[in-house]
């Protein structure tokens, strides 16, 4: 039988996510609150399309000043497997603000093979004098893993499935779920 993907199987309800993401922002305030002022506010950087739920709902358990920034990272196109090639989709979308000195949160929807996250997270250690960086993923995906990622704030372990829904896709749809489903 074929799983529709307009109703996939649910495998994280909402309620177990914004559960979970609770969690991760009482974490992350009591990792940051000290760290972060308002001249020097933790810059989170969310990574599009993906995240763009998953940071939406964490940025909000956050009691401390924050500057929310965007890039657009791809290796997927429309297939189910990676391209391997990481590229910004456009050079204008992996310009940032002056990184120089602050502390950075990079927030991702899911690590799979780990090459996004490598690449991102080695072009901010390389071209950006940050003061610290963390990883946060609401998935960590690890049976394909190809590049050792650290993740700092990571929300589910998920078995080898493709997923979608709150913010993840396939081709392009499924993003609006407000939980993480499996399909065929
Ligand atoms: P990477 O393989 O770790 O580089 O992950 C690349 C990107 O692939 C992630 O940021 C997601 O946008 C996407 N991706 C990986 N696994 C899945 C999945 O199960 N469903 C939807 N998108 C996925
Ligand atoms: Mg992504």
Redesign the pocket.
């Known amino acids: 039988m074929s799983i529709s993907k307009t109703a996939p199987k649910v495998l994280l309800s909402a309620d177990k996510i914004q559960n979970r993401l609770a969690e991760l922002g009482e974490e992350l305030n009591s990792h940051y609150k000290a760290l972060v002022t308002e001249s020097q506010p933790l810059v989170v950087i969310c990574?599009l399309k993906?995240a763009f739920m998953f940071c939406s709902d964490l940025v909000k358990h956050l009691d401390f000043p924050c500057q929310i920034e965007f890039v657009r990272l791809s290796?997927?196109g429309d297939a189910r497997t990676?391209s391997g090639a990481?590229t910004p989709v456009d050079p204008l979308n992996l310009v940032l603000p002056d990184l120089t000195g602050r502390h950075v949160l990079v927030v991702?929807?899911?690590?799979?093979?780990?090459?996004?996250?490598h690449f991102f997270m080695s072009h901010l250690k390389d071209s950006h004098n940050v003061k610290s960086m963390a990883l946060a993923a609401l998935l960590d995906?690890k049976a394909k893993r190809k590049q050792i990622v650290r993740i700092d704030y990571c929300a589910f372990d998920i078995e080898d499935v493709?997923?979608?829904g709150y913010g993840?896709?396939?081709s392009g749809l499924c993003r609006n779920l407000p939980y993480v489903g499996i399909v065929e």
């Open positions: 990574v993906g290796s997927y990676t990481v991702e929807d899911i690590v799979d093979t780990g090459l996004t996250a995906k493709f997923v979608i993840l896709d396939d």
